[in-house]
């Protein structure tokens, strides 16, 4: 079975930075790309990153609403896609969300709807 587990949100000030991980098993990066989504309260869910991993290289995308402030990466070692976050906004506050879908799968990597496994959502609060 495919798992998803993310794991780091909190509570942390305008400016400062979080380290989202994305725990995976029963899959391989050589097969799924992984992405990262977030949902604030009444808003739809929105893909912020996703990664494609080949040959030991990798292909990153990024919205433009957090271009330059989030990385994302990964540790095939330890099946695990990071999202480093900086220089975060209140409007960055919501629930954020990984998941994987089969690499070839997928026309738009930022929407949520090829996407075939999910992990529970963790929460990231940033204040003013």
């Known amino acids: 079975d495919v798992q998803l587990q993310a794991s780091g949100g909190g509570l942390v000030q305008a400016g400062g930075s979080l380290r989202l991980s994305c725990a995976s098993s029963g899959l391989s990066f050589d097969d799924y790309a992984i992405g990262w989504f977030r949902q604030a309260p009444g808003k739809e869910r929105e893909g912020i990153s996703y990664?494609?991993?080949?040959?030991?290289?990798?292909?990153?995308n990024y919205a433009d609403s957090v271009k330059g402030r989030f990385t994302i990466s990964y540790d095939n070692a330890k099946n695990t896609v990071y999202l480093q976050m900086n220089s975060l906004k209140p409007e960055d506050t919501a629930v954020y969300y990984c998941a994987a879908v089969l690499i070839g799968d997928y026309n738009d990597g930022f929407s949520p709807n090829y996407y075939d496994y999910w992990g529970q959502g963790t929460l990231v609060t940033v204040s003013s």
């Open positions: 990664i494609s991993i080949s040959d030991f290289d990798s292909t990153t």
